[in-house]
């Protein structure tokens, strides 16, 4: 695993096909090393929402932490994650901005309730690499 510090730290369902499809699109979309992952049901996904008296037991909402900066939820986090991949990612980071935040928010919770529905379920092996960007896998 690797150090956490000044790493982004993306929080999702584990047993989600969208959630994991959005996971390893990063993935692989991470030139710059900036972003680790950990599932919400795990340990430390737990002690995460526990510490922030976030609902411990649905797990339809992505957040992005970073360590003693900040933490967004739904949109305001994709959108965050688009700007900092940076390239052509950052003009979507840019577009999302435009959009109201109720708005995006609105589309989110959309896709998050029927997110079972619309994935094809298949499980997700990292690899060896990719392993070290998981925190308690």
């Not at 993306?10 to 990063?26: A, E, K, L, M, P």
């Not at 029927?114 to 298949?122: A, L, V």
């Amino acid at each position: 695993m690797e150090n956490r510090e000044n790493k982004h730290i993306i929080f999702f369902d584990g047993d989600c096909g969208v959630c994991n499809f959005w996971v390893q699109w990063i993935l692989q979309r991470d030139k710059k090393n900036q972003f680790m992952f950990a599932s919400l049901q795990s340990d430390f996904g737990q002690k995460f929402l526990g510490e922030r008296k976030l609902d411990q037991k649905q797990f339809n909402t992505l957040y992005l932490w970073k360590v003693g900066s900040y933490y967004l939820i739904k949109s305001k986090a994709i959108i965050k994650v688009l700007n900092l991949l940076g390239g052509v990612y950052k003009a979507g980071g840019f577009l999302g901005q435009i959009i109201p935040t109720a708005i995006s928010d609105q589309l989110y919770n959309v896709i998050s309730k029927n997110r079972m529905k619309i994935s094809n379920q298949k499980c997700f092996l990292p690899t060896s690499e990719e392993r070290k960007k998981f925190i308690e896998v």
